[in-house]
């Protein structure tokens, strides 16, 4: 089992001062001014605790220009009909060689206005549970997604416009070389995988993806939609965490 890190308790209760504001205000459409103040509050506590270091910052040697090529090409595809209408290419945002690639659908409205990737209510949400088991964006993850196009409305990707878009990802996968991945919801799970079988299914599972051990979980929407599924995501992050620990020091 791994060891548990100076400041683990901390995290367990902003945790659950999550947990307590998604019961008493995020299950609705608009979060209550109360409930913000409680999910800063967790933020605040999350932020202080201490990251685990990721393998390398800079990734591997010509990691950087390959990603931004990549990146140049994903800003002017046209290769399925999202091109039409979105406002950016949302391509991903995070470290070479993270600990953990979190991999979600696609982006919705605020990600499409602003070209990042969870950026929302639900990418909020995000990062305070990764910080919760040690992770960021900003030291030692990455966040891409499925498609790296807003489907209009918010809608479900189409197949087609997976398969256009999963090369861009792939070689995401290849460059960033993660330890393990994160798939956030029941369509990148199902992409990834090349399955139908259903989010609860495939989350209890382990898998892998070209030798790297993924985990799948519910999409951090779900969360704020439902919040029965908070207590199985929690537990599908510990075993996130299981498949990483011993890969970084603590910083
Ligand atoms: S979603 Fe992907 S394949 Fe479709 S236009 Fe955007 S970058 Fe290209």
């Known amino acids: 089992m791994a060891e548990e890190v100076p400041g683990r308790a901390e995290l367990l209760d902003a945790l659950s001062v999550i947990e307590d504001a998604l019961s008493s205000g995020l299950a609705l459409s608009r979060p209550c001014p109360a409930t913000l103040d409680a999910l800063d509050a967790a933020d605040a506590e999350a932020r202080a605790a201490p990251a685990i270091a990721a393998s390398a910052s800079s990734g591997p040697a010509g990691f950087a220009p ?10 002017s595809c046209t290769a399925c009909r999202l091109a039409s209408t979105r406002l950016h290419v949302v391509f991903g945002e995070g470290v070479a060689q993270p ?7 696609g982006p919705g409205a605020e990600e499409d206005n602003q070209g990042l990737p969870f950026v929302g209510a639900s990418g909020k949400l995000l990062d305070k549970m990764l910080a919760a088991i040690g992770l960021s964006r900003r030291e030692n993850c990455y966040i891409a997604n499925i498609v790296k196009c807003r489907p209009p409305g918010n809608r479900e990707p189409q197949p087609d416009e997976r398969a256009a878009c999963m090369p861009y990802l792939r070689e995401q996968i290849r460059l960033l070389a993660p330890k393990a991945i994160l798939c956030a919801g029941r369509t990148a799970a199902q992409t990834l995988l090349d399955t139908t079988e259903g989010i609860n299914r495939l989350r209890l599972k382990p898998h892998e993806l070209e030798g790297i051990p993924l985990v799948a979980t519910f999409h951090p929407s779900a969360l704020l939609r439902d919040e029965t599924l908070k207590r199985p995501a929690w537990e599908d992050l510990k075993v996130l965490r299981t498949l990483f620990a011993g890969a970084g020091g603590v910083s």
């Open 66 to 75: 390959r990603l931004k090529e990549l990146e140049v090409r994903a800003l």
């Open 99 to 105: 600990l953990v690639l979190v991999v979600g659908e």
